[in-house]
């Protein structure tokens, strides 16, 4: 027995939002991820409110933007506004159907699923008594805004089919309470909230591991009373050798009063009287080391101590779920990566499925913003939560994105295990920044400082420092990123080289050449992003084509990507990184060449050289040597390169 979808409606952000599980088998774990404010949390809290509703009441705040006005102007015969959340749970013959039953509507033995449904309701009639009372209209308003809650009323109901959710046949539905859910649904929740501190305590000796230690102990869960068996065995024991000390300590005391008690006859002792969950309560603590030599509580990292905390939680919630035994148990568990290091983050991942088997029917959600987590985990696993329009869709990533691929199954392949190996981030991120090569991973981020400093004294500029950009090394895979980028809706910049080329009729292949000489493009992300005909380089449309793109005239086929290679700039058209830069830094270069590493022949670096094309493959020995010196020159003695234009235009786009 399993839920395989869950339905929102009207809550928040999430206004008709639905989330689809695996529907052949039980999906033991849903990895909820997105950006920041995509309703991660409040699809947690909906679930608290309906079903802690004892506690956590639903408000006027509760309701989208797009609905709040239908309900100040609430009147007679208004149409009803409701939040709803719809469960499908998926049942077999191996199931026991002892608690479900009572939810199962159709006998059809070929149907295996029940429908529940949670609505939160206005008692219109109620308000619009209330309101009566209150004669200017401003007033009312915040009447509502305020006080809606005390008429806000849930409801819970099994129906057969979506038109049973129909007004005109709400008679349909058939009405049941939560205990009624709560036989079948267990539900516990761990927020992202916790109350660990690694400060110094204020003096009293109540640390939250060790606070939770106690509650895990409690022994008014069942599942602790075989240890309290033994532990109070162990301290009835502790009673009787303190018995027999405090009547040595005692003695001399005794004697003295024994006169007194019932004219010399009575008898005055003192007893050991300890009980098994007051001496762990209060007597007890968690400590890191063994007696010998540990640490406390408190002196441990609070990365350490979260993990450690996060852990015990799920452990208390394990042993509650195999007290209470329901058909299915709800665990949710809120950014387990809070106050965590990377390395912590990767080994719960990797564990926490060992962890969540010992559950007996679960099902379990962990919303995370950690590129670790994901790294770590299955892609069928991971649910994806965009913001489209006010409202919040929920993506099966793996199925969605991999129906994208149907065409090139390897680039889908590739994408798995990039992501999985190296750049989990780019799910969080709000822009990326595609690069091919070393020379520019060193020095884009100091293009962007300079850009950022080009551009300060705009009002309404925003730093690229200050935005949430990921920069991927790809070199000439790109291409296979296109339907993820496009998945995902993430503006996406590649600067890569035009790596013209020109036919070698002696050795019969494409030899690399200046762009005035091009015949052709060896760069296969500029090919397959700017639509190269498939055609010879020989044929009209392919020679067409490559004159649109020397004059930088091409469109890019995704509205997403954009490609950034070389422009044309003081009268010359660069073919790589290196041999642009040259050119826009030819002076700088020359009056540093004895400080710049990865260079040969430097002697031909000077002024009159004027084939940028041929100067630079005469003098650059090492790239990646080269391109540190540059930052290298910048960085300490403030020397100010220039950017190539093809860079700064690159930048502007991905700023907009």
Not at 344 to 355: G, H, N
Request: glycine content about 2%; charged content about 30%.
């Amino acid at each position: 027995m399993y839920i395989k979808r869950i339905s929102i409606n009207n809550f928040r952000l999430l206004k008709d939002t639905n989330i689809q599980l695996d529907e052949d088998k039980k999906q033991d774990l849903a990895l909820l991820i997105g950006k920041n404010n995509t309703g991660k949390t409040s699809f947690i809290v909906l679930f608290d409110k309906f079903f802690r509703n004892e506690s956590s009441k639903f408000s006027y705040n509760d309701f989208p933007l797009t609905v709040r006005d239908q309900i100040l102007n609430t009147e007679e015969g208004s149409p009803p506004i409701s939040i709803q959340m719809k469960l499908e749970i998926s049942y077999s013959k191996k199931d026991n159907l002892e608690n479900i039953s009572d939810f199962i509507l159709d006998l059809d033995p070929d149907e295996n699923v029940v429908k529940l449904l949670f609505k939160c309701s206005i008692d219109i009639p109620k308000l619009i008594n209330d309101l009566s009372f209150i004669t200017k209209q401003s007033n009312q308003e915040r009447f509502i805004i305020k006080s809606l809650g005390d008429y806000l009323v849930n409801k819970y109901y099994a129906y057969y089919n979506e038109e049973d959710l129909l007004p005109a046949n709400s008679g349909d539905l058939v009405e049941k309470t939560i205990s009624d859910i709560r036989k079948v649904i267990n539900y516990q929740v761990i927020h992202a909230k916790r109350n660990v501190s690694s400060s110094e305590s204020n003096g009293s000796n109540k640390t939250a591991l060790s606070e939770l230690a106690s509650k895990y102990f409690n022994k008014e869960n069942s599942f602790s009373q075989e240890a309290f068996g033994s532990i109070n065995d162990t301290i009835l024991e502790m009673d009787e050798t303190l018995n027999e000390q405090y009547k040595t300590h005692f003695k001399d005391y005794f004697d003295n009063v024994k006169e007194f008690i019932d004219e010399g006859k009575g008898e005055l002792n003192v007893i050991s009287n300890l009980e098994s969950k007051e001496v762990l309560s209060n007597h007890s603590k968690v400590v890191y080391g063994n007696s010998h030599s540990y640490l406390p509580e408190n002196q441990n990292g609070l990365g350490h101590l979260n993990i450690l905390f996060l852990l015990l939680q799920i452990e208390i919630k394990r042993k509650l779920f195999e007290q209470e035994n329901k058909d299915i148990n709800l665990l949710f568990i809120e950014e387990p990566e809070a106050h965590t290091h990377p390395q912590m983050q990767y080994v719960f991942a990797k564990r926490i499925k060992d962890i969540l088997k010992k559950i007996p029917n679960s099902q379990t959600f962990i919303t995370s913003h950690s590129s670790h987590i994901v790294s770590q985990c299955e892609f069928e696993d991971i649910r994806y939560f965009k913001v489209i329009d006010n409202n919040v869709l929920i993506k099966n990533f793996h199925k969605e994105l991999k129906e994208k691929y149907t065409s090139t199954p390897e680039h889908f392949k590739f994408i798995k295990q990039y992501l999985t190996l190296y750049t989990s981030e780019l799910f969080f991120a709000e822009k990326i920044i595609f690069i091919e090569g070393l020379s520019e991973k060193l020095l884009l981020p100091y293009f962007i400082q300079q850009y950022d400093k080009s551009r300060k004294t705009e009002k309404d500029y925003i730093p690229l420092t200050s935005k949430n950009i990921s920069f991927v090394e790809v070199g000439a895979n790109a291409k296979a990123f296109r339907h993820f980028i496009e998945f995902l809706d993430i503006k996406t910049l590649i600067f890569t080289d035009i790596d013209t080329t020109k036919y070698n009729t002696d050795k019969k292949r494409w030899k690399a050449c200046s762009v005035q000489d091009a015949e052709n493009s060896s760069n296969t992300s500029i090919k397959y992003y700017l639509d190269a005909p498939d055609e010879e380089p020989t044929k009209k449309e392919f020679i067409d084509w490559l004159a649109k793109l020397k004059k930088n005239t091409t469109t890019s086929i995704s509205n997403k990507v954009n490609i950034s290679y070389q422009l044309e700039e003081n009268g010359y058209h660069g073919r790589s990184f290196e041999d642009a830069f040259v050119c826009v830094n030819l002076n700088l270069l020359i009056e540093q060449k004895v400080k710049i590493l990865g260079l040969k022949n430097i002697n031909e670096l000077k002024d009159s050289k004027a084939d940028f094309y041929e100067l630079t493959e005469s003098i650059l020995d090492k790239k990646s040597d080269f391109a540190s010196s540059i930052l290298y020159l910048a960085l300490t003695e403030d020397i100010k390169w220039k950017t190539p234009s093809y860079i700064v235009e690159g930048l502007k786009w991905i700023s907009e």
